[in-house]
């Protein structure tokens, strides 16, 4: 099993740009921790370059569907429990067998964090949209109000139009009332 085929079965289960991204921020971690001298501040640098690179890739590339499910203070705060948590696993490197190698676990606290920080469950707010108000029903009184109440109270319920809404019937109604008030109103008034 050579290196392509390791590379094709984690593309199964990661995406491939973040697979890019997994070695891209190691590699600037490395090159990072190379102007510390060597000891433990070079694996502190490395752990965390390693693990902000990778998280900025993260949250550049997350579903941003949903919205933040915390606010900036709590998220700030989740951000410094993870710090504290890499640091602490950073101190183990003289008691952690294979720790060279276990080291690159950090990222799966990034990938906790990306989905905590991103996972509450929320649409985005968006703004409502108003539908435009009918101005047949911006002029209805109260007097209409309790007519159109006489109107459904006495009318068959088998005579409305397959198809319409009661708000659609409402607004026919209302257009008829009123074409029959203005009707009724200039044929009382003499000329």
């Known amino acids: 099993m050579g290196i392509f085929s390791l590379v094709r079965l984690l593309t199964r289960f990661v995406k491939a740009a973040d697979l890019v991204a997994f070695l891209v921020s190691a590699f600037l971690g490395y090159m990072a921790s190379t102007f510390v001298p060597q000891g433990p501040w070079a694996n502190y640098t490395f752990i965390l370059v390693f693990y902000h690179i990778f998280l900025a890739w993260l949250l550049i590339d997350a579903d941003h569907r ?11 705060l989740t951000h410094l429990a993870c710090l504290t948590i890499i640091i602490t696993y950073g101190m ?6 294979f720790y060279r190698v276990l ?3 950090v990222i799966t606290l990034a990938i906790f964090e990306r989905n905590w920080l991103f996972s509450g469950g929320k649409k985005k707010q968006e703004l409502p949209v108003e539908a435009p108000i009918n101005p047949v029903i911006a002029e209805a009184t109260a007097e209409d109000q309790e007519a159109w109440l006489n109107h459904l109270a006495t009318r068959s319920s088998l005579s409305r139009k397959p198809g319409m809404s009661i708000k659609d019937e409402y607004v026919e109604w ?6 029959k008030r203005s009707a009724s109103s200039s044929a009382g008034v003499p000329s």
Do not use: E
């Open 66 to 76: 949903t919205g933040v499910s915390m606010p900036i203070i709590l998220a700030i």
């Open 92 to 97: 183990g490197q003289d008691v952690i067998p």
């Open 103 to 105: 080291r690159f676990g």
């Open 174 to 179: 209302l257009a008829a009332r009123a074409k």
